[in-house]
């Protein structure tokens, strides 16, 4: 299929249940907006680590135009550490997440892969549980968010953060990530979670290095297999700044033309750092897609 064939046309519409009701997934392209409640994640860690500032970051990022805010209290990046403990993430995202939601913010989503910390988060208002371990890490996560009936995201992952880049090997990495995405759903099932309840996210940068990330953007409509929505996470990934060669806080037009890229290619949501901008590339694209 060529680029010009899947750039144009309807996206294949979802709907899930959210905050009691319904929300479609596809009629345009939503941004989720990134809010680090970390010390050490690789492009904002420590900005927004005290409450307050967090709590302002994402007020920030609704009025930028973030469709939902994604409030993560544990780094991804790899490297050689000890997985945090469920009580230190707990005391990172929950008041960020009680306060969003006196607020009136908007829809909100938690970064983890632990049930403790998805349980206190849901309770304190979260609406969608985002794990990158696509259940993997936590066998009782999967069964929360069937008992919860909220949505979540299932993403690709291999090894866990500190061995996922040691020289990462694939045969045929979108096929691979095709296939081991719909074992995790069907892990996800078989704990009694809702199909219709699941995103799926290829994990680019994850267990993988700038060419398969490259490869994996540019093959974007082929988890349409999956039949289920697709968020995609390029922003200031390493592989923009391997091709550029720039770090993190100047990959701005980077992630700019990747998240085009992943809107052309049939992304539902795209999670950016910053939201203001890629809400206007979204915008394009999308109106370039149904042209």
Same mark, same amino acid.
């Given at each position: ?25 596809? =009629? ?5 907006? #990134? ?41 991804? *990046? ?31 989503? @938690? ?41 979540? #995201? ?11 880049? =040691? ?23 078989? =704990?009694? @979670? ?35 929505? @697709? ?19 100047? *990959?701005?037009?980077?992630? =700019? ?11 539902? #949501? ?22």
């Amino acid at each position: 299929m060529s680029t010009a064939a899947f750039a144009a046309g309807a996206k294949r519409e979802y709907r899930i249940t959210l905050r009691g009701g319904e929300a479609l997934l596809g =009629a345009r392209t939503w941004v989720m907006g #990134v809010l680090n409640v970390t010390p050490d994640s690789f492009s904002d860690g420590g900005r927004f680590l005290h409450p307050d500032d967090a709590v302002a970051h994402g007020l920030a990022l609704f009025e930028a135009g973030a469709d939902v805010v994604d409030v993560g209290g544990e780094s991804t *990046r790899p490297g050689d550490r000890r997985q945090l403990d469920p009580e230190t993430e707990i005391r990172r995202v929950v008041p960020v997440i009680a306060a969003l939601r006196g607020r009136g913010a908007g829809p909100l989503s @938690v970064d983890t892969t632990k049930a403790a910390v998805a349980a206190a988060a849901l309770d304190a208002g979260a609406d969608i549980v985002n794990d990158v371990s696509g259940f993997a890490f936590d066998p009782a996560l999967a069964r929360l968010v069937g008992e919860r009936g909220v949505p979540a #995201v299932v993403m690709h992952l291999r090894g866990d953060f500190t061995g996922m880049h =040691a020289e990462p090997s694939y045969g045929d990495v979108m096929g691979e990530v095709v296939a081991e995405l719909r074992r995790r759903i069907d892990v996800a099932e078989a =704990a009694g @979670v809702s199909r219709s309840q699941l995103l799926v996210d290829p994990g680019i940068g994850f267990a993988k290095n700038a060419a398969h990330s490259l490869e994996v953007l540019r093959r974007l409509p082929e988890l349409e297999a999956l039949d289920r929505p @697709v968020l995609a996470g390029p922003s200031r990934k390493s592989f923009i700044g391997k091709v550029l060669d720039l770090p993190a806080g100047e *990959r701005l037009m980077g992630t =700019a033309a990747a998240v085009a890229a992943c809107v052309l290619a049939g992304a539902h #949501v795209v999670r950016v750092h910053d939201v203001k901008a890629m809400v206007e590339v979204a915008r394009m694209c999308d109106a370039i897609r149904a042209s």
